[in-house]
C-alpha cells in the first residue's frame, strides 16, 4: 500500500522481453538502500515486485493484466516513471490510500496553465468517472491528487509546484496517457451497496 506521495522519479532504462516474460529496469540513484528484493515500489502508481537491485536501479517483472491496464504496454526506454516506496506502519499518510493496483488509462485532453500552477483536464471511460467525487481523492501516474471537477467522463485536477517538480506529470502534452487508480473508498462503498 502507498500514499500517493512521489519521492522521486527514475528512468526507464531497459525493456527485456524473454520467454513470454517482460522485464523493465529502472535508473535511479540514492533510492533503494531499505529496499529488499521481493519488496514492492510503485512505479507510475503501479504496484511492482522488485526482483533484481543495483547501485543504478532495480528490475521488477511485469505481468500481461499490467500491460493491458495501465499505459506501460506503450512505454518507452527513457521515460521518466514516478516511484514511491510501499507504506510503513506508524509513517505519516500524507496523501490517500492508494493499492498500487491501476484501474485504467485516462488521456491528457487539455492543459491549462494558471501562473505558476497547472490544470490538468483527463478523460476517462464511464468505468472509473463514476468513482470521481469533487474533493475527492484519485491516483495519476501514482501521485495522489484532488478531484478539482468532474463532468462527464473528464475530471480536473490541479498541480502545485511542488509536484511539477518532483513527478513526470510536469513533463505530460495532450494525448499522453496517465495511469488511474480510483480511491478504493468509493469502490468498496459501489459494491457493499450492490448488495
Known amino acids: 500500500m502507498f500514499t500517493g506521495i512521489v519521492a522521486t522519479t527514475g528512468r526507464l532504462n531497459k525493456i527485456e522481453k524473454n520467454k513470454g516474460k517482460i ?6 540513484k540514492n533510492f533503494l538502500s531499505r529496499v529488499k528484493i521481493g519488496e514492492s515500489i510503485a512505479c507510475d502508481g503501479v504496484c511492482l515486485t522488485v526482483i533484481k537491485k543495483t547501485p543504478q536501479g532495480f528490475t521488477v517483472e511485469l505481468m500481461p493484466e499490467t500491460l493491458k491496464r495501465t499505459r506501460f504496454g506503450q512505454v ?16 505519516r499518510l500524507d496523501g490517500h490510500f492508494v493499492m498500487g493496483h ?8 487539455k ?3 494558471e501562473g505558476e500552477y497547472v490544470s490538468l483536464l ?21 501521485v495522489s491528487l ?17 509536484t511539477l ?15 488511474l ?3 478504493m473508498i468509493a469502490k468498496y462503498l459501489e459494491k457493499l451497496l450492490k448488495k
Not at 491501476?102 to 485532453?109: A, F, L, N, S
Not at 484532488?146 to 511542488?162: D, E, P, R
Request: contains cysteine.
Open 181 to 183: 487508480e480510483a480511491d
Open 102 to 109: 491501476v484501474d485504467g488509462v485516462g488521456v491528457i485532453k
Open 76 to 91: 518507452k526506454v527513457g521515460e521518466p516513471i514516478n516511484l514511491e516506496l510501499a507504506l510503513k506502519i506508524g509513517q
Open 122 to 142: 483527463i478523460k476517462v471511460q464511464p468505468v472509473l468517472n463514476k468513482y470521481l467525487a469533487y474533493k475527492g481523492s484519485v491516483a495519476a501516474n501514482g
Open 23 to 28: 522485464y523493465f529496469t529502472i535508473g535511479v
Open 165 to 179: 517538480k518532483v513527478t513526470n506529470l510536469s513533463r505530460l502534452k495532450v494525448g499522453d496517457k496517465v495511469n
Open 111 to 113: 492543459i491549462i496553465k
Open 146 to 162: 484532488t478531484v478539482a471537477k468532474v463532468a462527464t467522463n473528464i475530471f480536473k485536477v490541479c498541480l502545485i509546484t511542488h
